[in-house]
Structures are given as C-alpha cells and as structure tokens.
C-alpha cells in the first residue's frame, strides 16, 4: 500500500474517532436548566365563615362555623377576622342567625343576634317591634307566605251604606314568623299554612296595626314579590291615628261634644 493512502485512511480514522467522542459528550451533556417563574402568595387572613348553610333562627355553633384563610386585601369591613377575634368561635356559640348566611360566606356582625334565649326579641332589629295579626288560608295568600316573605296588610271593612272598603295600611312589611316557626322550610318550596303571622313593624306601624284591627271586618296579607325588597318598608296609614299617634276621644259635656285627646280626658276627671 502506498504511503499516501495510508495516511489518508489513517486522517479518516481519527476524524471518525473525535466525530465519536464528540456526539458522546453532547448526549451526555445535562439539558440546559430553564429558570421557573416565581409566584409570589398574596398575603391571607383568617375570615370566620358558615360550615354550612344557616336559615334564619338557627343558633351558631362549632359545628356550623370555622375559620379560613381569606385574601388579607378582599376582607370587607364587618367581617370577624381571627386577628380582631380570636375566640370569636368560642364567644358566638348560641348567637342568633338573623339573615340567611350560607355554606363558605363569611359571617358578619349585622347578620347575627346576641345568644338570648329570647330567639324572637333577637331577631328584631333596634326600633322594630314585633306583631302578631290573624291569617287563614283565604287572607294568608293560600298559605305561601314564609318567615322572611315581604307583604302588604289590607284592611276590608263595611261603610256606612254597606259597601265594602279595601284600604292598605302597610305596604312591604317583613313576616317574622308563622305561628311558631321563624325559619323556611330545607327546600324553601313548601307553604307554612298557619293561623297567626308576626309582622316586624315601627312603633306607629303597630299603633296603625292594633287600630286596623279594631276596626277592620277582615284583614289580608297580600304577598310581595321578592325584587320589591329593597323597596321603602316603614309607610303605614297614619290617618288612622289622631296626629302624635293618640286616637281622638270624644267627651260630651253639658250637651256638647268636646274635642280631645287621651291627656285632655285624663285632666277632666
């Protein structure tokens, strides 16, 4: 063999060795590392929220509230924060659920009660007073009304040339309760057919109330549609009432009739 070929094939046979070595290295070569983006956790605070979902009456307990991590820039005022009350769980046991609060809302301070066994006076917000007026089936919107439910109260009496007049006293009222029960049924479909609904009213909607009463042949609860809540609640016919609210009374004297109120009669006698 001439020297030139085997120099040529002695070239070739190293340029295949390093060929060789060379891919070996790069198989071997860890793939280049890509830097994972950092994603920063936004600061948390621990919410008091409802376990489970909560009707009006039901009483607060361990069983039903817990706390949980809630974004610390979404908290909104009025909601009971471990960092303001750690012992909050502990302190509201028995409290009153006043509005509904449902599974993972967080519980607020407006929609609970003090933990008095008086569950009535505890579902009746400051300056409401609590009245209780007849229904049957017939003047109780066929026994659909539920606690929570707005209505209007008419008044049906009889005038003086035997026609019959409807008056509203009240307009958009909140129902309390149902006989006794101050809480919707679970699946908030079935009526509550009962004989006395107690109404949430000012004080002179319970004076105008106790006077429709007295002088109403018959008084209907006409029920209001839920989109109408929002709508003014505390309008009541005051022309039934004499002014400061006192019924006007009559006191005959040496023949005439004299004008008065309840104080003017009190300083006759």
Known sequence: MRPVRIIILAVAIGSAAMAGLLAMKLTRAPAPQTAEPVIEQAPTINVLVAGKSL???????????????????GVAEGMITEENRPAAVEDLAGAVVRLPIFTGEPVRQEKIADASNRIMSSLLPAG?????TEITVATGAGGFILPNDRVDVIMVRKSDGDLYLTETVLSNVRV??????IEEKEDGSKAVVGTTATLELTP??????TVAQ???DRISLALRSVADAQEPDTTAADYLLNGDGRPSIQVIKSGSIVKGDGVALQNQK
Do not use: E
């Open 128 to 132: 409401k007073r609590a009245v209780a």
């Open 204 to 209: 002179d909607q319970s004076k105008v109330m």
């Open 176 to 181: 309390l309760a149902i006989d006794q029960q």
């Open 55 to 73: 009707p009006v009456g039901s009483r607060l307990g361990a069983d039903s509230i817990h706390w949980k991590a809630w974004p610390k820039d």
């Open 214 to 216: 007295q002088m109403a």
